[in-house]
């Protein structure tokens, strides 16, 4: 792997080295010294566009456990605020010798535009990008689920897949990069996904992906999943006329106290409930819920620093460029549908 | 036509030409016009020949759609480096798009662009004018003053932004019948794309990247032929971009509306499938729309429910393109490839042969543009805006060696047939050989063409 910009095209193969690592490195953190010095004297640029203290402090958690040195470059109160293109942002960041570029961006696509561009060379990090992709996130996903359903089956989670695991993904789908990095991801790695939420909230197009699409979340719970993951409900939504109110939402796509109480009466023991965070309390999720014995916020955030970890040390000290988990777009095919080009 | 230029010498004899991909031919031009078709002439002592053994003669190309950007982004292209692009591309006329700064929606505008056209000398440029005040779709420009001006504009359009305000676009499509102009409509509904990055579909729920639908394309096309009808007037609709828009296209000529369609090069070959790239030289407005698209609009153009071929070309800066999709502005350059592409889309597919592509070209987009002395039979007596076609060469798309300043063609590194060998412009030879002649000189233009 040179970069990692999407779930899209991550191989199987690529995905369970990448989780298999993270199981390693989430070892390291429960040891006394937290430290490897795997990637000391390499150098790691967390470029946020974007204001996510979560996530990068996660990345510079990760980083700092990996021995590299960390520069956090924020868009606020840097040259680009002055209108420095990412182009000349991207070679400066390059004649620093940057060994990987931590990326996050209103703009879909910026990664991707970043690692094809040929303005800096090295290893790109998507770390969220507009309503696109934010592929740690759903690594990091995965690996709560995946240690939930091996303890569920009484296995080891290392080398094991999500085979036959059902998630729900509740919310927000449109505008959601952690939905559809998810939905990528578990599908490679085995699992049924089903999307609920409001018609306007999925995107046109919604039909070609590989999971169920329902409306309906009582029903959707009542086919029994094993995880229901919760969207946050961003703030500017609300006021955009996708739904009536914020409480009509709730009632109908909010994981509220009548069912996680329906959780126990369907016998659903070991079903969890996750969040990406930050979680709106009282409105995709209600306290109880988020707070309950099933929720794995807290652990979806420990886990993070791990799967992190072992993003930057694959990309960066893993050795075998094999599999690029960048989209291998051909440009300029020229399609056509009567005839090929003449080549 | 009130008269007719020297050329030098004793004119040009074109020899063994294939009209239309007919039967070979010599043609004489001289004076401006074409003087004499058939097979064996002897040139006179000082007529230069020019060996067209291979060639085909097609009738100038006209483009109803063109961005020349001057005034006010000559950093983008200028009247002289666009026209320099169509003669090369094989154009005779552009008709240049209003969306420059200052908006050409005065007749002080038209004139300096129409002027600046005409001293550069290599295609006849004809403004199109805005139909509102600043594109602003406020309130009417004058669009009388416009057609009466030196620039005698008969094409009026908002291009970019569509006049969305339908009783604005009523009156303005009665308007023009006082001077038999039309309303070239950019059919792009504003709140149903407000935001929009490329077509809505099954690429942009993946790419997460703001849908442009079909339907807001569709919605107004489906108003504005009901309101053309309603006022019997004439309508364009510019680059046409959906199957859906050709239904309604079909529909509305069947009813006998009197409604005319262009398509983009682009739109004929390109898809959304590219933007998986996210490199913004795919970025456009309309944007490519699906393989089922592309096929209807093929089908369209070759059985007349879309009238013509419209480059749109648009040159842009290459900072504006060097950068995120989002940024990133919208347009392809267009006027140097448009050739080809045709070629390699309806040609060498079986669906246009070279008269039905000299009607999508030359003569419906005069016709549309009322320019009298374009799209005219390659006949004796005629005016002499012809080209020659090598439709067997091949090459390859690279847009460092395009006089065009825009670097933005989406067809970068394709090999794509057909190379334009020669351009006629008013019986000048703006291109030889598949390069840049001499533009047409001033002295010249004063006595041609005039009025």
Redesign the interface.
């Known amino acids: 792997m040179k970069h990692l910009l999407s779930t899209h095209d991550l191989a199987l193969h690529d995905a369970l080295r990448l989780l298999d690592t993270a199981e390693e490195m989430a070892a390291v953190g429960e040891r006394e010294i937290k430290k490897l010095p795997a990637l000391r004297g390499r150098t790691v640029v967390n470029l946020f566009y974007e204001d996510s203290t979560r996530t990068r402090i996660s990345f510079e958690a990760a980083a700092k456990r990996l021995s590299a040195d960390v520069i956090n470059f924020a868009a606020k109160g840097s040259s680009v605020s002055k209108g420095e293109s990412l182009k000349d942002t991207a070679q400066t960041l390059e004649a620093m010798s940057a060994d990987a570029v931590v990326i996050r961006h209103p703009a879909s696509g910026a990664p991707a535009r970043l690692a094809a561009s040929g303005w800096i060379d090295a290893a790109v990090l998507n770390a969220g990008d507009g309503t696109h992709e934010h592929p740690t996130q759903a690594l990091l996903d995965a690996f709560t689920l995946r240690r939930h359903w091996a303890k569920v089956a009484g296995t080891g989670s290392p080398g094991s897949d999500l085979t036959g695991m059902r998630v729900l993904i509740v919310g927000d789908i449109l505008h959601s990069r952690v939905a559809r990095s998810n939905v990528w991801l578990l599908k490679t790695l085995g699992a049924e996904v089903t999307l609920v939420g409001p018609p306007t909230l999925l995107p046109v197009g919604v039909d070609t992906w590989p999971c169920t699409v329902r409306y309906n979340l009582d029903e959707a719970l009542a086919d029994r999943p094993d995880a229901v993951m919760m969207l946050r409900l961003q703030a500017e939504r609300m006021n955009a006329a996708f739904f009536p109110s914020t409480r009509e939402y709730s009632r109908r796509w909010g994981f509220d106290d009548a069912r996680l109480a329906a959780l126990d009466t369907l016998g659903l023991g070991d079903t969890v409930i996750m969040h990406p965070g930050p979680m709106n309390r009282g409105l995709e999720i209600s306290a109880a819920a988020a707070d309950s014995v099933r929720s794995t916020v807290l652990a979806q955030v420990r886990n993070g620093v791990s799967v992190r970890m072992a993003a930057l040390y694959l990309l960066l000290a893993g050795g075998t460029h094999d599999h690029p988990a960048a989209p291998t777009v051909r440009e300029n095919p020229a399609l056509s549908p009567t005839k090929e080009p003449a080549v | 036509m009130t008269g007719a230029e020297p050329t030098p010498g004793n004119g040009y004899l074109i020899r063994g030409a294939s009209p239309l991909g007919g039967p070979r031919q010599d043609l004489l031009i001289r004076d401006g016009l074409i003087a004499r078709v058939g097979p064996g002439a002897a040139p006179d002592p000082g007529t230069r020949v020019i060996d067209a053994d291979g060639l085909i003669a097609l009738p100038g190309m006209v483009d109803l759609h063109t961005h020349l950007r001057e005034p006010g982004r000559e950093d983008a292209e200028t009247v002289e480096t666009g026209s320099r692009a169509a003669a090369l591309g094989g154009f005779t006329a552009v008709h240049a798009m209003a969306n420059s700064s200052p908006v050409a929606d005065t007749a002080g505008v038209v004139e300096q662009v129409y002027s600046l056209g005409e001293r550069a000398g290599w295609v006849e440029v004809r403004p199109v004018g805005a139909v509102t005040v600043g594109l602003a779709g406020e309130r009417m420009a004058e669009l009388g003053a416009m057609a009466e001006s030196r620039a005698r504009v008969r094409v009026f359009s908002d291009d970019g932004i569509c006049v969305s305000d339908p009783v604005l676009m009523r009156r303005a499509l009665e308007y023009v019948k006082a001077f038999d102009g039309v309303i070239a409509q950019h059919a792009q509904e504003p709140r149903l794309t407000e935001g929009a990055?490329m077509n809505?579909?099954?690429?942009?729920?993946?790419?997460?990247?703001t849908?442009w639908?079909a339907v807001a394309e569709e919605s107004i096309i489906a108003r504005d032929v009901l309101l053309a009808q309603h006022v019997n007037s004439r309508l364009h609709v510019c680059h046409v971009s959906t199957a859906g828009s050709v239904e309604i296209l079909r529909w509305a000529k069947a009813r006998g509306i009197s409604v005319t369609a262009e398509v983009t090069p682009h739109h004929l070959?390109?898809?959304d499938?590219?933007v998986?790239?996210?490199?913004p030289v795919y970025k456009v407005n309309p944007p490519l729309r699906t393989?089922d698209d592309?096929?209807a609009l093929?089908e369209a153009l070759a059985d007349g429910t879309i009238d013509a071929v419209g480059t749109d070309h648009a040159p842009h800066p290459s900072?504006h393109k060097?950068?995120?999709?989002?940024?990133a502005a919208m347009g392809m350059t267009g006027l140097e490839t448009a050739l080809s592409v045709v070629q390699?889309?309806m040609v060498?597919?079986g669906l246009l042969d070279w008269e039905g592509f000299a009607r999508v070209t030359s003569t419906r987009p005069a016709e549309i543009g009322r320019l009298a002395h374009q799209g005219r039979p390659l006949a004796e007596g005629e005016p002499a805006n012809l080209i020659l076609v090598d439709p067997a060469a091949?090459w390859t798309v690279d847009p460092h060696r395009m006089a065009t300043m825009g670097r933005n063609s989406?067809?970068?590194?394709?090999?794509?047939?057909g190379r334009v060998s020669a351009t006629f412009y008013r019986g000048h030879p703006t291109v030889l050989d598949g390069a840049l002649n001499t533009p047409l000189t001033p002295a010249a233009k004063e006595t041609a063409w005039t009025g």
């Open positions: 990055q809505e579909g099954e690429v942009s729920a993946v790419l997460g990247l849908g639908p070959l390109l898809t499938d590219l998986r790239s996210y490199n393989a592309v096929q093929r900072e060097e950068c995120e999709w989002a940024q390699h889309a060498e597919t091949r989406p067809f970068a590194g394709l090999q794509l047939p």
